[in-house]
């Protein structure tokens, strides 16, 4: 009886946990940096939803934007790298030399921005994204829109 019990057991929970790995929330966790959407704040986070044919934000349960994805006008890409020296100079009060080896150390962030044109409201906005996310949040959005993703670090500006 024992037997059969821990048998019913192991088997109700190797099915159940990996189903619930694919029964999480979808989506790509990104912060807003800033943008033509009113009422967010730069900093907050968001979750970017791709579906179909439309472009969700949505903050906690309830949709901040959605863009048409036939309505985006460019997908743009770039990153922002600097040195950590705030937590080089922490260490460095412990320990001199993890806190010289950290001032060494590079930190990059990922940002993508969209643009959109919906009849005559325009609008765009950049939002941060997650260093493992990036690559899957450009390839969603270039699916979706059928645009290429222009890298802005490629770019050279003449004055």
């Known amino acids: 009886m024992k037997r059969a019990m821990v048998f019913v057991l192991s088997l109700a929970l190797s099915i159940s946990l990996p189903l619930s790995a694919f029964g999480g929330d979808d ?3 990104v912060k807003y940096d800033g943008g033509s959407v009113s009422g967010i704040k730069a900093g907050v986070g968001l ?3 791709i579906d179909g044919n439309q472009i969700h934000f949505v903050k906690g349960n309830a949709t901040v934007l959605s863009i048409p994805a036939d309505s985006v006008t460019e997908i743009s890409y ?3 790298v600097h ?3 705030g937590a080089a100079i922490g260490l460095a009060v412990v320990s001199l030399g ?4 950290m001032a060494l150390t590079k930190s ?4 993508v921005g969209l643009t959109w044109a919906t009849g005559n409201t325009k609008g765009g906005l950049a ?9 899957g949040v450009l390839a969603g959005l270039e699916g979706v829109t059928g645009k290429k993703a222009v890298d802005t670090d490629a770019m050279n500006v003449k004055n």
Request: charged share 40%; proline share 0%; net charge positive.
């Open 27 to 29: 989506g790509y966790k």
């Open 47 to 49: 979750r970017l939803v």
């Open 78 to 80: 770039g990153q922002d």
């Open 83 to 85: 040195r950590r020296v």
């Open 98 to 101: 993890i806190g010289a080896l």
């Open 108 to 111: 990059k962030k990922h940002y």
């Open 127 to 135: 939002m941060q994204c997650d260093k493992n996310d990036y690559r």
